[in-house]
């Protein structure tokens, strides 16, 4: 057996990008390297005993003359490619110490197209394990494979090969510019994220049974704009055939939240105004231009990152195309959380039936009656418990319901809904930047750390959370359900299993301070998917002009 050192961080198991390091010692995998197409690769064990194989080229780098245009082919190496460090997340602004969802420093790249691998102690080429593959968040704007929040370790541990990998996110990853739709054989621009998405899916296609992972058996797994990056999946022709099984978290490109696009016509016309914005001639003058000073640019004129029906990933709306039952037929788990993005509005706040009817007829005008009778309130019991499900059902929620009810309605496959309701146990006294322990209740993401088991990435350079044994416990079971899921289609764990999703008698499993089933109010989701509460995710708020190359606003959580 043969061992090296190396300079890294290992922290609760994870290694990652941080100004401090430790001295350490790796043992390397007996069986590496292992050999993909573009040449051969090492890992590495972590102490959990996991292999790890990280920062694995997908891609080539999106930089220069590639910036702008759909990933291209990874350059074959020869030797043997040392994949122990990850690499950098994609150009974004960066995150403050003193935020909520603070994992670290990580560096930051144009040259971001890589991805992170975690496998059981013992794969081995010919296992054919489960795949799950992690799609992550950020409002489309941010993000990145490298957090320890994301981290595959835990999954892997329990039997399933854990890939998370970078796609484009902000101006980089959604700029659509009438000269790059021109230069396409395609004819499209605007959705080089999704692209990116794609070749990383066919990426492990032709590469996994390397590490022991079953390319037939592949599992799509997402919270957010990534949850939302897996229903475009699902929907898009690039993707039939490379993905197996879809589980979202809070976020669905069928309704809701963040499921708003831009005709090409739209986007191109946003990256015009960018470009003139940023005095260039030209998009190979945008091209040359450093990447910080377009970000600066994008930021100021508040581009928005929105995904594009540019007729080649993206035909035309999701709804369209599941109506079509054009979408890839696969089982869908989905779901929300209790305080979601999108859930907080005037009728979930109202406390007596006078608020709540008048929050009720500023929402819904001239259907105010409807409204009253699928949601009844005729004394202020009444009111907090239907103005909670309207809250519920509003915002993410209202997007989880929407996807599998489109899957369910136009497809074969099976479809599962939950609602996580369990609100984290910040530690005593503990304050945040941006974030508010005593009013964030069950908050948008807060979920993910039980999915993952990743609840120490918290802790890691303060105490935050006094994760109790029943958070343990609830975490084991939530990861045990994904597992399943990943394994077999079955969403199930120990004698916890999710409810197959029927429209004619709709429920869902509630994940808080117990596990329970809802029974949840038909008519009145169906009244809301018709006539929701208004509700958009916001654009970025521009910067000061003395002070846009100095610094980034913070990075949204969703």
Known sequence: ???????????????????????????????????????????????????????????????????????QPVRAWSGVLTADRMAPECIQSLRSSNINHYFGEEATSEDCLYLNLWAPPKARRGDRLPVVIWIYGGGFSGGSSSMALYSGESLARKGVIFVGFNYRVGVFGFLAHPEATAESTHHA??????????????????NIAAFGGDPANITLVGQSAGSMSISYLQASPLAHGLLNKAFGMSGSAVAGPGSENFSLTQAEEQGSKLQASLNAKSLAQMR??????????????????TPVIEGYFLPKRVAAIFAAHEQSDIPVVAGSTANDIGTSNDVRKATSVAEYRAAAQKAFGDNTEEFLRVFPATNDAEVKVSAEQVGLGSGMGL???????????????????????????????????????????????????YWLETQDAFN???????????????????SGILISFAKNGVPNSGNISLIKYDHKEEQRVRFGNRIDIETMNTQGMDFLAEHPISFSLPAPAPLPPSTQSQQQPERATY
């Open 460 to 478: 890691l350079f303060r105490q935050t959370r006094d994760w109790t044994p029943y958070d343990r416990e609830l975490a084991n079971t939530m």
């Open 399 to 449: 997007g989880a319901r929407a996807w599998v009810h489109a899957q369910s309605e136009y497809g074969h496959a099976p479809a599962y809904l939950f609602l996580f309701s369990r609100t984290q146990p910040y530690s005593p006294g503990i304050v945040f930047a941006d974030h508010d322990p005593a009013t964030a209740g069950a908050y948008h993401t807060g979920d993910v750390p």
């Open 189 to 206: 621009s605007g959705d080089w994220g999704f692209l990116d998405q794609v070749a990383a899916l066919q990426w492990v296609q032709r």
């Open 1 to 71: 057996m043969s061992f090296r050192t190396g300079y890294l961080t290992v922290v609760a198991g994870a290694l990652l990008s941080t100004s401090a390091t430790a001295q350490i010692v790796y043992k390397v995998i007996e069986s590496d390297p292992a050999k993909i197409d573009s040449g051969l690769v090492s890992g590495t064990y972590l102490p959990s005993g996991v292999r790890a194989y990280f920062g694995v080229p997908f891609a080539a780098p999106p930089i220069r003359e590639n910036r702008w245009r759909e990933p």
């Open 288 to 305: 040359y231009l450093s990447a910080d000073k377009v970000l600066a640019a994008a930021q100021a004129a508040r581009f928005r990152p």
